[in-house]
């Protein structure tokens, strides 16, 4: 028998692509409401009926929906930022660290990462585990991401507006509600100072972090950074770290290169030997980062093939 999905917010740009991913598998049964969507009533019993619910909401709507979940049997991805660092969710990103994959198949609250975390996560939560990189260290994360990221306004603007800029950098407050998410599940103790920026394209995206290894204890060198990614990813479905010998003989990086996938890269950039280093995330940010994320989380909750509609 099918496992039946609800998709609360299906129309927006996550929950397109996760009905996508979904909607031709015959292990699935989608609750659709069409025209019903904005009916509380209609939304209330949908929430009660499905066995699994996808939240692709505001993060306020994402609460209240949470709130109308009265048959406890029902489990939640939380696509939304609402829940990325609340009591009683787990984080939703299975090769985060050895135990995460597990934690996800026996909750029934996860909370889906956000696209710059996933990448920022898997190029330091392994480095701050290994105690390559010390809690207290101020790390700084640079990213550019596709106008997609940015919702129905954002892409509105690049697709039908007049005068958009190639490229934006933006969060100058240095607020971004992203950092909660990425300084706590890195297990850093200062917040990361992120700058986000957008361009002219629809989705993909590079999340960069660099590292003095000088100012890291006993000066790592980019062999050591690229083995603790090796090791801490090794047999993982989704997750590859490039070869350094292959990073050498590159010379950019396609944020679009990962784009309809489910898939993350990592790089480690450097001169051998060297003080620097330059480590990079690529993936797409409707995918790793979002809607492929959510479908991978809902085959573990629901004991399936991990890469079921993902490959």
Known sequence: MAHTIFIDGEAGTTGLEIRERLEARDDLELILLGERRRDLEARREALNEADLVVLCLPDDAAREAVSLVQRPEVKVVDASTAHRTASGWTYGFPELAPH???EIISSRRVSN???YPTGFLALVA???RAGIL???HPVSVNAVSGYSGGGKAMIAEFEQGEGAPPYRAYGLSLKHKHVPEMTRHAGLEHDVLFAPAVGAYRQGMLVEVPLHLSA???SPS???IHGALSEAYDGARFV????LEVGEAMTGLDPEGLNG???LRLHVFGDRGGGQARLVALLDNLGKGASGAAVQNLNLMLGLSEDAGLV
């Open 240 to 243: 590859e770290v490039v070869d």
């Open 113 to 115: 990462p956000g696209c």
């Open 100 to 102: 995460q994959r597990g």
């Open 126 to 128: 392994p480095l701050v």
């Open 261 to 263: 996938t489910n898939r």
């Open 222 to 224: 980019i062999e050591v």
């Open 134 to 136: 010390p809690r207290s």
């Open 216 to 218: 890291l204890p006993g």
